[in-house]
């Protein structure tokens, strides 16, 4: 498999950053409306649809750019960083807004947007993601939107990528639908990553055939749990 390396500016149509935090205040949420994301929206691959406030729908159109639709991709830049997750072609809305500590990405041709966001959850991606972030205060990023830009990664073709997140989609969205039907504590994580780890190894995908085949140092587990 050949891969091509790219930086991460020119695997992007769109980037933007999250509202100023006076742009939404107390005041602006209602009952129902458009969602607006926080960090426990971004707990894994996709984004989790679980739990919102919400704005109301002139509220979002105002927000412009931070506007996030399906395919995009949200980066927490402040607070709990190395978060990163798409918004799935099955997301419960049809568009969310990104928080004053988010910013959003929409991908091009080169890149599908689950893989990225995939890669971004290997070993090698998390550095990437977090070598510049601060710890003094808050943790942030600094220039979150414009280092991020600066990243180079290396990616086969669209046609290899298809594949790659054939196989990781396949499983999450099976690991998800069991999590639920038996609604699983947190603390049965464990357990759910063994499973998973079960599954892979049946159909030869290891930690070492993750390495050689598609160029990924990556943690089996973290894409499912």
Not at 46 to 60: C, H, I, P, Q, S
Not at 199 to 209: A, F, S
């Amino acid at each position: 498999m050949k891969f091509k390396r790219y930086r991460i500016a020119d695997l992007l149509d769109e980037i933007s950053m999250g509202p100023f935090g006076s742009n939404i205040k107390k005041e602006c949420f209602v009952e129902t409306g458009v969602p607006v994301l926080n960090g426990s929206n971004l707990t894994g691959i996709a984004l989790n649809d679980d739990e919102f406030r919400y704005v109301t729908e002139e509220k979002a159109d105002s927000l412009g750019k931070a506007n996030a639709h399906r395919s995009d991709v949200v980066v927490t830049h402040r607070g709990t960083l190395g978060q990163i997750s798409f918004i799935p072609e099955t997301s419960k809305y049809e568009r969310y807004v990104i928080s004053q500590s988010q910013f959003r990405f929409r991908c091009n041709e080169k890149v599908l947007p689950e893989y990225l966001t995939y890669y971004f959850h290997t070993r090698k991606g998390q550095y990437d993601l977090l070598s510049n972030a601060s710890q003094v205060g808050v943790p942030a990023l600094a220039r979150a939107t414009t280092t991020f830009q600066q990243l180079e990664v290396e990616i086969p073709d669209i046609v290899e990528q298809h594949k790659i997140v054939e196989i990781f989609e396949n499983f999450r969205k099976k690991m998800e639908i069991n999590i639920k039907i038996n609604n699983h504590p947190m603390g049965q994580k464990k357990e759910h990553s063994n499973l998973i780890k079960d599954h892979l190894k049946k159909r030869g995908i290891t930690q070492t055939w993750l390495a050689k085949e598609l160029g990924m140092s990556f943690s089996i587990t973290n894409a499912y749990v």
